[in-house]
């Protein structure tokens, strides 16, 4: 099973300031023959259900702000929000989607300063 | 608009039986792989079942495998898990999400709100 490991588990940043949370696969999530990373990102709000950020560890999904950015290749990737919202407040979720088992990361909680 | 919509949830005591259903609109339900994705209160995300297009390829997690069923009627557009031998570390929020066409590998997206199955005697 591929490892999904996020860092920091909780952090907390300035209004409008940048924040930076980190996913590191166990193995590789890049797939040779088309050179796409199978690695999303997702947005949970207290209550509601997961959201959809990021897939192919770097394509945003349509309607998500540009604050919102990934990188990253291989092993090691980044979500970086860019000037952060008050409505930014949530917790953040890695996922591979390379092989079976589909796994996450253990989640960062991004609160405000 | 493309929605996901679960049910089926409730109290059930260990060794039970429940069947969730999730109905899907505003996309070609039979062209999309499904899946299920459970969360426990106050934990993360855990993925547990995937159903391709067509329901030819199931895959589950082996914390559920021989207890968990995942099925799909595309006539009525609705996917299903049905979960037997119920332990109490089944208790979670379990999330209908769609994945994507042509492969069982891929992101999740849309989610619903999700159906909270607790079980407990």
């Known amino acids: 099973d591929i490892v999904m490991t996020q860092s920091p588990d909780s952090l907390a940043v300035s209004l409008g300031e940048r924040a930076t949370i980190n996913c590191k696969s166990s193995?590789?999530?890049?797939?040779?023959?088309?050179?796409?990373?199978?690695l999303a990102w997702y947005q949970q709000k207290s209550g509601q259900p997961p959201r959809l950020l990021i897939y192919?560890?770097?394509l945003r999904e349509s309607g998500v702000p540009d604050r919102f950015s990934g990188s990253g290749s291989g092993t090691d990737f980044a979500l970086t929000i860019g000037s952060l919202q008050a409505e930014d407040v949530a917790v953040y979720f890695c996922?591979?989607?390379?092989?079976?088992?589909?796994?996450f990361g253990q989640g960062t909680k991004l609160e405000i300063k | 608009e493309v929605q996901v919509l679960e049910s089926g949830g409730g109290l059930v005591e260990p060794g039970g039986s429940l069947r969730l259903s999730c109905a899907a609109s505003?996309?070609?339900?039979?062209?999309?792989?499904m899946n299920w994705v459970r969360q426990a209160p106050g934990k993360g995300l855990e993925w547990v079942s995937v159903?391709?297009?067509?329901?030819?390829?199931?895959y589950y997690a082996d914390s559920v495998k021989g207890r968990f069923t995942i099925s799909r009627d595309n006539s009525k557009n609705t996917l299903y898990l049905q979960m037997n031998s119920l332990r109490a570390e089944d208790t979670a929020v379990y999330y209908c999400?769609?994945?994507?066409?042509?492969?069982?590998?891929?992101?999740?997206?849309?989610w619903g709100q999700g159906t909270l199955v607790t079980v407990s005697s």
């Open positions: 999400a769609k994945g994507g066409s042509g492969s069982h590998l891929n992101w999740f997206d849309p």
């Open positions: 193995q590789s999530v890049l797939y040779n023959s088309n050179n796409k990373n199978y």
């Open positions: 192919w560890a770097s």
């Open positions: 505003g996309f070609t339900f039979s062209s999309s792989a």
């Open positions: 159903i391709s297009d067509s329901g030819s390829n199931i």
């Open positions: 996922q591979q989607y390379y092989s079976i088992p589909l796994t």
